[in-house]
């Protein structure tokens, strides 16, 4: 660490943002990170996880892959909005 610092240092930065692949609960790691100086951002710039999404596939292909309860709030939440516009989708309001 103290080498990346170092790095850092030589470089013109004024601090050293990085995002390691730890969880929350594993405070070993946590400390080891303290002790080295890195503190816990107060606002997240990046999210934790990045899913892929294959966009080559059509969208009832996509939509095949979703999780059943996940469908049925996707499909029943396009409904309410539609409902709510006064739009006819696919012959429903």
Do not use: W
């Amino acid at each position: 660490m103290s080498a990346i610092g170092d790095e850092a240092t030589k470089q013109g930065a004024v601090f050293l943002r990085i995002d390691p692949e730890i969880l929350e609960s594993d405070s070993k790691a946590l400390e080891v990170l303290k002790d080295e100086g890195f503190k816990k951002s107060k606002k997240e710039i990046q999210p934790r996880a990045t899913f892929i999404l294959d966009l080559t596939k059509s969208l009832e292909e996509i939509k095949a892959n979703f999780e059943n309860k996940f469908r049925y709030k996707h499909s029943r939440r396009r409904k309410e909005q539609c409902y709510r516009s006064g739009r006819k989708v696919g012959g429903r309001y």
